[in-house]
């Protein structure tokens, strides 16, 4: 089984990572960009023993523990 | 319009950082996971006059110039 974590900036939070790569990408004559956020993508493989519902709670825990920083991050799981 | 692109090490590609998170989840008493892949995540909002399909293909463009590097990483574009 696996997981899908999204962790994206929060709305509001400066994105200088994002910023940088509108720079770059204007920079390099790409226009018609108005914004960039940068965010991560962690694919997790999970022992399919698990139940799917145990699962998602399972992941939450982990981006709330570990993954995320839920001060100025959000996250999102997929199970799949 | 919004892209969102994912950007992943091919497979067979050293992901330590992907590492890294899997240890320090063992670390911190979660069993069950069996591997783990860090990726990028990235949203462009671009304007809204670019007809779809030319969006899509001036992303592929940006990705393949910038946002991924195509030796060793995948990249998929969502335009929504």
Redesign the interface.
């Known amino acids: 089984m696996k997981a899908r974590v999204?962790?994206?900036l929060k709305n509001g939070v400066l994105d200088p990572q994002?910023k940088a790569?509108h720079n770059?990408?204007k920079s390099?004559g790409?226009e018609?960009?108005?914004?960039?956020?940068?965010?991560?993508?962690?694919?997790?493989?999970?022992?399919d023993?698990?139940p799917e519902d145990q699962a998602e709670e399972?992941v939450k825990?982990?981006c709330e523990?570990?993954?995320a920083n839920t001060v100025i991050e959000n996250f999102d799981i997929e199970i799949a």
Chains 1, 2 share one sequence.
């Open positions: 999204h962790i994206t994002g790569v770059a990408l390099l790409f018609g960009v108005d914004d960039v956020r940068q965010g991560k993508y962690i694919e997790l493989q999970l022992e023993s698990l399972k825990q982990m523990k570990l993954l």
